[in-house]
């Protein structure tokens, strides 16, 4: 299935039809796509409820056109945005969005800056970081030699891409603190993050915790970022 984001890029994703008028939007974390473990888990547990889902490439990342971009965070907000906007033009309703790691922090911009409409009711944050600033894995002086070279070659497992500066100051400059407290208080939040993360620390579930107003927190024990040997029960906690 495409869908078109307001930059005319298309958008690839796979819709679980139940035939429900009520779709759950599924978003992927860096450098990963639709075909994520987790969306997929969670996905198919919905479908046995009778809850269509849809998970999709971000625009750069899978199928999906455009370029990939270190910090795009908000350009992913703009996606999601898109495939909501899509549903809604088709005569259905995107209750709820849910979103792994980055796409975590990308959920909750979506409802800080987008979802004051009534419809979206839950958004969940699976690991998302609470501190951009933080888990930068780009070397030592990486902000000077983005600054000298106007770009980083990196490296992240068999993946490898390029870091502009102009990126890498938009990663840097998005606020989840003062993004979450636009969050509409109708709007139920739940972050569920494994205790055993060593990608995202805990600590950032409880930061998120302290500062959204409908807010539940469920902390996975012992699970990794990738909920490696912990899926069933997060799917669970999800649902």
């Known amino acids: 299935m495409e869908i078109q984001n307001s930059r005319n890029e298309k958008l690839v994703g796979l819709l679980h039809e139940t035939g429900s008028r009520e ?22 547990a919905l479908e046995k409820e009778g809850i269509s889902a849809f998970h999709f490439d971000f625009s750069g990342n899978g199928e999906s056109e455009g370029g990939f971009n270190y910090g795009n965070y908000k350009y992913e907000a703009d996606d999601l945005h898109s495939v909501i906007h899509h549903f809604s033009n088709t005569n259905r309703v995107v209750t709820t969005i849910i979103g792994h790691s980055r796409g975590g922090n990308v959920v909750l911009l979506c409802a800080s ?5 009534g419809n979206v009711r839950n958004v969940v944050n699976i690991s998302g970081r609470y501190d951009l600033k933080k888990g930068i894995r780009l070397g030592d002086g990486y902000l000077e030699r ?20 102009e990126s890498l100051m938009e990663r840097l400059e998005t606020d989840m603190h003062e993004a979450c407290l636009k969050i509409d208080k109708q709007v139920k939040v739940l972050t569920v993050h494994g205790s055993g993360d060593k990608v995202v620390p805990v600590a950032d579930a409880e930061e998120f915790a302290k500062i959204i107003p409908n807010h539940k927190l469920e902390i996975v024990k012992k699970a990794d970022h990738g909920y490696t040997k912990h899926q069933s029960l997060l799917v669970s906690a999800v649902n």
């Open 23 to 44: 779709v759950v939007v599924l978003c992927h974390g860096f450098k990963s796509d639709k075909n994520n473990a987790i969306l997929k888990n969670v996905a198919a």
């Open 113 to 117: 800056k987008y979802c004051n409409d």
């Open 146 to 165: 983005s600054k000298e070279q106007g770009f980083i070659d990196a490296k992240e497992g068999k993946s490898e891409f390029r870091v502009t500066e």
